[in-house]
Structures are given as structure tokens and as C-alpha cells.
């Protein structure tokens, strides 16, 4: 079962394994460097649905159904299923997964929502819970945009620290056992909220920064490693602004990230040829560049011990528009590659 470390890093002493993934993403992410990697892409952002939350539920459902047939697995196997997106009430969750009829947990931790569904679902499996577990996380960029900020149809101007929501999914299922070479879920890391004060609904790298530095400080302190311990250590969706601002923070505490670190949102998007500004973001930015990129990197035996730390700007439109500021969160997971039993 899993033995807590410190105050929130578990280590799971029955590693769970990941048996299969999926990344489904729309027009703009096709058109990125990572598109030729995603399982299912669409020419119309629409999904030929007929509202942009209805796309956005049948991205999860084609992740998952991918997912699933890719790892054999059967509608009823699945023991518990954890999912979130960025619309209110899990829309995209609940709507898009309701015809698998597995237990089903929603999830919300905005774009870190890939590694909060994952951190579940592992330690559900670790504890003997669940011997099959699937997570599941999707954003949309006409749907965000509608919640969170303007309506597309207003045309307002983004500012160049503004990132691009991806209209992307990712499925991922977690195992208790599977076949080697294989990608384990060695520990994880639950976040702390942190809140720089930043009020600026368009400069969530700002707003995420900072938990993602508490999470990964943490981390290596309750794990007693360092970034030289790991091939690649990701971020998700920080961008340009915060990925910036996340090697200063740690280098005050003598970490230093910039051998090893990546951000999802700066691999998904070409930003000198996408007008995407200071890079991705959204629940699926980090889902989809760990399904498309990171899982098939390990796999091919070119990462071994990776960190993926997905981050998540808890915006409230509501709040902001009451003049309060944005907290952000970060959860961690660790990956390992096993080729053979006993690596």
C-alpha cells in the first residue's frame, strides 16, 4: 500500500502501471509539432457536435473509448473512473462519460486536473481499491473562452501574456499489473494552494508558478531526490511567463530545473507559427502532450524517470469580477521505465 513521506508525497510500494493511453486534440493541435502523435484528430473543433461543452464531451468519450480498445479492455472493467475538465459542474466529464457506466469520480483542479485524476486513480489501484482505473481529462478553447473570459463572437484582444486553452483530451489506464517494457507510477505528490496575488485572468503562467515551485520543493525534500535524478521533469501549461518564473523561484532555494525541465504548454503549440502568445494551457494541454509525447517517449526507452507537474489557475470568474485574486495548485506524479522486472 502506499507509505506517506513527509506531509503529501506518497510512494507507492505496488507501482501501478499504466496500460494504456489516448490523445485526441482538434484542428490547431494537429497543426502543432505534436500533431502527427495524437491518436484521433479533428479537422472541425465541433467534433460534428452541435455546441462547443457537447465536442468537448465527446473528445473525453473518444479518448477513453481509444484508451480502452488499445488495452483490450472491455466497458465493465473498468473499477472506478476519475475525470475533470474546466467547465462548470464537470460538463464535459459527466455528460461525455456517462455511457460507461463506471463508477465515477469528477475531479476539478483546473489544469492540473490530468495529475490530480492520475495521483486517484494510482493509489486506488497501489491499495488494492481498484484493479482497473482509468483517468480522464479534456479542455476546449471556444468553451473556456466562453466561461472564462469573452464569448469568441466579442473579439476581444489578447494580451501577449495570454495562452491559448487546447482543445484537447487524454485518457490514461492504470493498472495493477501489465506486460514489460511498461511505464510505472512510482510516487505522487498532492499540491498545496498557493496564491501569488495575481489578478489577471490572462496571466494564468503567473498565477501557477508558484505552486508548481511549492509542489516540486516539496517533492524533492519528501523524496529525498534532485532534478539530476530525473531524465525530464514536465510542467503543464505554465508557458513562456510562468516557466520563467518557476526557475527563478527555485533557484532562490539552490534548485536548479533548466537542465531537464519542459512545459506542456510550450511542446503542444509552434509559437513563432501559432498565434497562441505566451503558449498552451487547459486541462488537456498537459493530458494530451503526456499521451501523444511524454508516455511514447518513455516507452521507446528514451526517458526512464520523468516528473510530470500539471498546474492549475483555480479561476472563479465570479471572484475575479469581485476583485479577488487567482490561486493555483500543482500536483505531481513520478513515471518510471521498466524494461524488465527488477529495473
Not at 30 to 45: I, M, V
Request: with cysteine; aromatic share 8%; hydrophobic share 40%.
Amino acid at each position: 500500500m502506499a507509505k506517506l513521506c513527509g506531509r503529501s508525497t506518497y510512494l507507492l510500494e505496488r507501482p501501478p502501471v499504466i496500460r494504456a493511453f489516448a490523445a485526441v486534440g482538434g484542428q490547431k493541435e494537429k497543426e502543432g509539432p505534436l500533431g502527427d502523435r495524437f491518436d484521433f484528430l479533428s479537422e472541425d473543433n465541433l467534433f460534428n457536435a452541435d455546441s462547443w461543452e457537447k465536442a468537448e464531451s465527446k473528445m473525453q468519450r473518444l479518448a477513453l473509448k481509444t484508451a480502452m480498445n488499445k488495452g483490450g479492455v472491455k466497458k465493465g472493467d473498468l473499477n472506478v473512473l476519475f475525470a475533470g475538465d474546466l467547465l462548470n459542474q464537470c460538463t464535459g466529464s459527466s455528460y461525455g462519460l456517462r455511457e460507461f457506466m463506471a463508477p465515477f469520480l469528477g475531479l476539478y483542479g483546473a489544469c492540473s486536473t490530468m495529475c490530480e485524476s492520475l495521483l486517484m486513480a494510482s493509489v486506488f489501484v497501489d491499495s488494492g481499491l481498484a484493479h482497473l482505473a482509468g483517468a480522464v481529462t479534456s479542455s476546449h478553447f471556444c468553451s473556456a473562452e466562453r466561461q472564462y473570459r469573452y464569448p469568441l463572437e466579442y473579439g476581444s484582444i489578447r494580451p501577449p501574456t495570454s495562452q491559448w486553452t487546447a482543445t484537447a483530451a487524454g485518457a490514461v489506464l492504470v493498472a495493477e499489473e501489465g506486460p514489460y517494457p511498461r511505464v510505472e507510477i512510482r510516487r505522487a505528490c498532492a499540491g498545496i494552494i498557493e496564491d501569488p496575488g495575481i489578478k489577471d485572468a490572462n496571466n494564468m503562467g503567473a498565477a501557477m508558478a508558484p505552486a508548481a515551485a511549492c509542489v516540486l520543493r516539496r517533492y524533492f525534500q519528501e523524496s529525498a531526490t534532485a532534478p539530476k535524478d530525473y531524465d525530464r521533469i514536465f510542467t503543464g501549461d505554465l508557458g513562456e511567463v510562468g516557466s520563467k518564473l518557476l526557475l527563478e523561484l527555485l533557484a532562490r532555494d539552490h534548485i536548479d530545473l533548466s537542465a531537464v525541465h519542459d512545459d506542456c504548454g510550450l511542446l503542444l503549440y509552434d509559437r513563432e507559427r501559432q498565434d497562441v502568445h505566451a503558449g498552451g494551457s487547459g486541462c488537456g494541454c498537459s493530458a494530451s502532450v503526456l499521451c501523444c509525447h511524454i508516455l511514447p517517449e518513455m516507452l521507446a526507452g528514451r526517458y526512464k524517470d520523468v516528473i510530470l507537474a500539471a498546474t492549475g489557475a483555480l479561476l472563479s470568474p465570479t471572484m475575479v469580477q469581485q476583485g479577488d485574486t487567482i490561486p493555483g495548485i500543482s500536483h505531481l506524479i513520478h513515471l518510471h521505465f521498466a524494461e524488465k522486472e527488477g529495473d
